[in-house]
């Protein structure tokens, strides 16, 4: 089974900083790569499919980026609102597997 | 408005069975394929399995820790798909969600969550 790592598992950073969060696929997915962002106590929420195509809604703030087995999701300038658990997911084939997921804190 | 709202959680004994349901509405359902997702408390996304549309067959996928124990279904005429878990495990106390997928597209709506306990 393919594997997907994220890093860094987590992450302090100050408003108004560029944030980037990188996953990692052991095998090729080609750009078969969704982000998800997850707020305290909430649901998981789409961000970005197909590695780099934002959802309706989402803020410009985010970008995704990546083909193949290296990707990254990137918020230019953190706000407070931001704060949450990312997860990268695979969804080329079977299984549709997660990173671990990066919790992003505010400084 | 598109909705999913998972049924049928609870405390269930180790060995025990449960099965969650998760009504969706505001979209054409059979077209879709249905993800279930679990979340341990404190710990990460889990991808449980799926059960694809009609279209492409309605055959179902797992992930290898329920392959064996966890059956998905569906019911297009009622709009519900079904996670029946038999043979519990502690470890499968989570937050169980269930969302929809296009053929090859990302999960895009994803339900509240319903909890499953199971402890002795």
């Known amino acids: 089974d393919i594997q997907m790592t994220q890093s860094p598992s987590s992450l302090s950073a100050s408003v108004g900083d560029r944030v980037t969060i990188t996953c990692r696929a052991s095998?090729?997915?080609?750009?078969?790569l969704a982000w998800y962002q997850q707020k305290p106590g909430k649901v998981p929420k789409l961000l970005i499919s197909?590695?780099?195509i934002l959802q309706s809604g989402v803020p410009s703030r985010f970008s995704g980026s990546g083909s193949g087995t290296d990707f990254t999701l990137t918020i230019s300038s953190l706000q407070p609102e931001d704060v949450a658990t990312y997860y990268c997911?695979?969804?080329?084939?079977?299984?549709?597997?997660f990173g671990q997921g990066t919790k992003v804190e505010i400084k | 408005e598109v909705q999913l709202v998972e049924y049928g959680g609870g405390l269930v004994q180790p060995g025990g069975s449960l099965r969650l349901s998760c009504a969706a509405s505001?979209?054409?359902?059979?077209?879709?394929?249905i993800s279930w997702v679990r979340q341990a408390p404190g710990k990460g996304l889990e991808w449980v399995g799926f059960?694809?549309?009609?279209?492409?067959?309605?055959?179902?996928e797992y992930a290898a820790s329920v392959k064996g124990r966890f059956t998905i279904s569906r019911d297009d005429s009622k709009s519900v798909a079904y996670l029946q878990m038999n043979s519990l495990k502690t470890e499968d106390t989570a937050v169980y969600y269930c969302?929809?997928?296009?053929?090859?597209?990302?999960?895009?709506?994803w339900g509240q969550g319903t909890l499953v306990t199971v402890s002795s």
């Open positions: 969302s929809r997928e296009y053929y090859y597209e990302a999960n895009d709506y």
């Open positions: 505001g979209f054409t359902f059979s077209d879709y394929y």
């Open positions: 059960v694809r549309s009609k279209a492409y067959g309605g055959s179902t």
């Open positions: 095998q090729g997915i080609s750009n078969y």
């Open positions: 197909a590695a780099s």
């Open positions: 997911q695979k969804y080329d084939r079977v299984p549709r597997s």
